[in-house]
T-cell receptor, first 109, second 113 residues
Framework: QKEVEQNSGPLSVPEGAIASLNCTYS??????FFWYRQYSGKSPELIMS????GDKEDGRFTAQLNKASQYVSLLIRDSQPSDSATYLCAVNPTNRLAFGKGNQVVVIP | KAGVTQTPRYLIKTRGQQVTLSCSPI?????VSWYQQTPGQGLQFLFEYFSETQRNKGNFPGRFSGRQFSNSRSEMNVSTLELGDSALYLCASTGPGTNTEAFFGQGTRLTVV
């Protein structure tokens, strides 16, 4: 079982729509969860961190965490062409980050 | 506040050579971790240093090594380069306390020919 799984393929969303990304993790002891955005040819940029069950909102982004189900999600509201990127889910088991393979999001104008 | 600085940005090396990459963390950050990113494997953890001590190590061969200096700057070294070592090498720094947010540098793109 992979530590962090992001199974969805590329996601195409119309401009202004909601993009929904999901991630599951295997280590129940994990306490910190992150979403990074990575543009092609660039390094990952931290966009959300979440540490407790429930929702956390920051601008157009909402992260959701369910530790019982070992599930993290990211919602991007009012998607913009500038949101077109790969989104990486990351979990911090112990002094390191374990990453999923990422989901490519394409926002269509 | 300056971000994480990695040097050099690009490197081309020949098989069998060795390479040293450098990372300067955000001021005040004492934890530095290294990752390798390839299209096939994604982002994989190499090692993590805190106060000059390696606290965690990923599943990479011994050709990959690192160290951290007293000013928190870190270096990683890859010896006897192989074609498969071609990748984007990323350094991340994490601040003190319980906040475990990690911030990445621009990366070093290594090409082995």
């Amino acid at each position: 079982q992979k530590e962090v799984e992001q199974n969805s393929g590329p996601l195409s969303v119309p401009e202004g729509a909601i993009a929904s990304l999901n991630c599951t993790y295997s280590d129940r002891g994990s306490q910190s969860f992150f979403w990074y955005r990575q543009y092609s040819g660039k390094s990952p940029e931290l966009i959300m961190s979440i540490y407790s069950n429930g929702d956390k909102e920051d601008g157009r982004f909402t992260a959701q965490l369910n530790k019982a189900s070992q599930y993290v999600s990211l919602l991007i509201r009012d998607s913009q062409p500038s949101d077109s990127a790969t989104y990486l889910c990351a979990v911090n088991p112990t002094n390191r980050l374990a990453f999923g393979k990422g989901n490519q999001v394409v926002v269509i104008p | 506040k300056a971000g994480v600085t990695q040097t050099p940005r690009y490197l081309i090396k020949t098989r069998g050579q060795q390479v040293t990459l450098s990372c300067s963390p955000i001021s005040g950050h004492r934890s530095v971790s290294w990752y390798q990113q390839t299209p096939g494997q994604g982002l994989q953890f190499l090692f993590e240093y805190f106060s000059e001590t390696q606290r965690n190590k990923g599943n990479f061969p011994g050709r990959f090594s690192g160290r951290q200096f007293s000013n928190s700057r870190s270096e990683m070294n890859v010896s006897t380069l192989e074609l498969g070592d071609s990748a984007l090498y990323l350094c991340a720094s994490t601040g003190p306390g319980t906040n475990t947010e990690a911030f990445f540098g621009q990366g070093t793109r290594l090409t082995v020919v």
